[in-house]
């Protein structure tokens, strides 16, 4: 006999034995022991529906509807083992690439896993050595996380290793590793929009902390946006409500895409070194960021004011009024931004742009309209000429207010110009 027909011969017994251990499975009197040994390993009531065979599209043993804890609070669609040598060779000692399909687990119960999953089980246990992860969903109190894929990792001794979970785009990625009764976790986003009313988008983003039942400790922040570093530290508490705050600095960030966030019909250029601190708050985790509290103090280098002409008012003694139109070129502007309820304010504002400079204030309120008031000065030699703005208007159209500019020499009384 040929080596290949012994080769041919061997192939068929094994698939014959692949093919028959289904029906040599009693599976009604396997169900309640592995209710029982996923319940102790869960530190939960475990409730299988039914225990199927599926010979397509591979052979497999599925659980189906399994329950987790009390009736609707946790399931999970399917539990698929397939059926390969590997699996059949060591049954009764570990399975490998067992699949979970459709689950539906709420937050708090998840956040217990890793914990419960961490100790190393017994000799004479069965181990599960890889677990895939397919449309996760995790229950929020008003909505829900995903759908996510991933893996579970685990350690020779049963122990649970890591969880990587993948959002449905695979733009975020979260690692997840049990730490002396807390979790160890760290987000990798690229090329991801921040969800709410202000989607900043991140070329790349690396969150890191550590998380337990009460929230969640992000001891660094490290994201590319806009051209520019950005690193802080953040923490988020999800027991009464959910509570974000925290902090990030940036230096040499482009501040055009960073404003058009708030107002695509506002502009202005320039590189912005900035120093935040950020409050949000609610009630539910899909409207988190949707109601921010930030306060930015901010410098701005070589960069220009679109739609604000503040030089042309000192061009006349006259009162004038201003539209829309124009722009303002600056060395430095420097300030504080404060963002609450989707009214902005600006304070402190220093402009200078060699022998012109400018101080104020102003506010664009929910529905782009403006307020404030600006001080603008223009200084040649010892002639020195003064014009107070007051800004009015909305984003869309801008209005300057001028009562007329004055001018001062030295020896000389202040005069109104010509």
């Known amino acids: 006999m040929s080596a290949l027909k012994k080769l041919l011969i061997i192939v068929l017994v094994l698939a014959a034995i692949v093919a028959a251990v289904p029906m040599l499975i009693p599976y009604d009197s396997y169900k309640s022991d592995v209710e029982q040994s996923l319940s102790g390993r869960l530190g939960t009531k475990v409730q299988i529906g039914a225990i199927a065979f599926s010979y397509s599209p591979k052979p497999e043993v599925q ?7 009390q009736p609707g609070e ?47 089980l017994s000799d004479d246990s069965l181990r599960i050595s890889s677990l895939k992860i397919t449309d996760l969903k995790i229950q929020l109190p008003k909505n829900a996380v995903g759908p996510l894929s991933g893996t579970f990792a685990f350690k020779p ?6 969880i990587t979970l993948n959002s449905a785009d695979e733009h975020v990625k979260v690692d997840i590793k049990p730490a002396e009764g807390q979790l160890a976790l760290s987000l990798e986003a690229r090329n991801w929009d921040l969800p709410g009313k202000y989607p900043a988008h991140f070329d790349q983003l690396v969150l890191r ?27 988020l508490d999800w027991v009464d409500g959910w509570k974000l705050h ?7 960030m482009q501040v055009e895409p960073l404003i058009a966030l708030g107002s695509p019909i506002s502009r202005a250029t320039g590189r912005m070194t900035a120093a935040a601190t950020f409050d949000f708050a609610s009630d539910d985790y899909s409207t988190l960021l949707d109601q921010p509290s930030v306060e930015v103090k901010f410098s701005l280098t070589d960069g220009r004011l ?3 002409d503040l030089i042309t008012p000192l061009k006349s003694s006259n009162p004038s009024v201003l539209q829309r139109g124009g722009q303002t070129s600056f060395d430095t502007l420097i300030g504080t931004y404060t963002l609450d309820k989707h009214v902005v304010s600006l304070s402190g504002l220093a402009l200078n742009s060699g022998k012109f400079t400018a101080s104020g204030k102003m506010t664009i309120d929910d529905k782009s309209n403006l307020s404030g008031s600006l001080a603008t000065r223009l200084a040649s030699g010892v002639i020195v000429i003064n014009a107070p ?15 007329g500019a004055a001018k001062s020499g030295s020896g000389d009384s202040t005069t109104r110009i010509f």
């Open 209 to 235: 902390g550590l998380a337990d039942k009460n929230g969640l400790l992000i001891d660094e922040i490290s994201g590319m946006l806009f051209g520019s570093v950005a690193t802080g530290q953040a923490q």
């Open 246 to 252: 925290g902090t990030l600095q940036t230096r040499g």
């Open 74 to 120: 946790n399931s999970i669609a399917k539990i698929a083992i397939p059926i390969t040598m590997r699996n059949v060779l060591k049954f009764g000692q570990s399975l490998a690439d067992v699949t979970m399909e459709s689950a539906s687990i709420k937050y708090d119960f998840a956040l217990l896993i890793p914990e419960r999953l961490k100790a190393p």
């Open 63 to 69: 659980l189906r509807s399994v329950e987790l804890g």
């Open 389 to 403: 703005l007051r800004i009015d208007g909305t984003l869309s159209a801008p209005e300057l207010r001028s009562s």
């Open 306 to 308: 679109h739609n604000f």
């Open 157 to 162: 001794d049963g122990a649970l290793n890591n």
